[in-house]
Nanobody
Framework: QVQLVESGGGLVQAGGSLRLSCAAS?????????MGWYRQAPGKQRELVAS??????????NYADAVKGRYTISRDNAKNTLSLQMNSLKPEDTAVYYC?????????WGQGTQVTVSS
């Protein structure tokens, strides 16, 4: 059974940093190729903020324009973990952050982790 568990959220002042982690279990490396971080702010649709795809031995990362240059996605294939380093946080980054495959699998949405950025 696939399980994705996010952690690392919290309350931070604008300009601060947080590092989110996602522990994946019940999956194999063959379907672990594309992973992503998503977020959902109150009253808004869930959106993809960063994705990382493994092709051969190289990871390729993509970012939403709103976070480009501030967020860095990374993965540890050996440990089946996904991370998101978030720097220069802004109040508009406030949301619940989720990890999932990219494209996402609806059945695998977890509880997410709340990130709140105060101004």
């Amino acid at each position: 059974q696939v399980q994705l568990v996010e952690s690392g959220g919290g309350l931070v002042q604008a300009g601060g940093s947080l590092r989110l982690s996602c522990a994946a279990s019940g999956i194999s490396g063959t379907i672990f190729s594309g992973m992503g971080w998503y977020r959902q702010a109150p009253g808004k649709q869930r959106e993809l903020v960063a994705s990382i795809t493994l092709r051969g031995s190289t990871n390729y990362a993509n970012y939403a324009d709103a976070v480009k240059g501030r967020y860095t996605i990374s993965r540890d294939n050996a440990k089946n973990t996904l991370s998101l380093q978030m720097n220069s946080l802004k109040p508009e980054d406030t949301a619940v952050y989720y990890c999932n495959f990219s494209p996402p699998v609806p059945a695998y949405w977890g509880q997410g982790t709340q990130v709140t950025v105060s101004s």
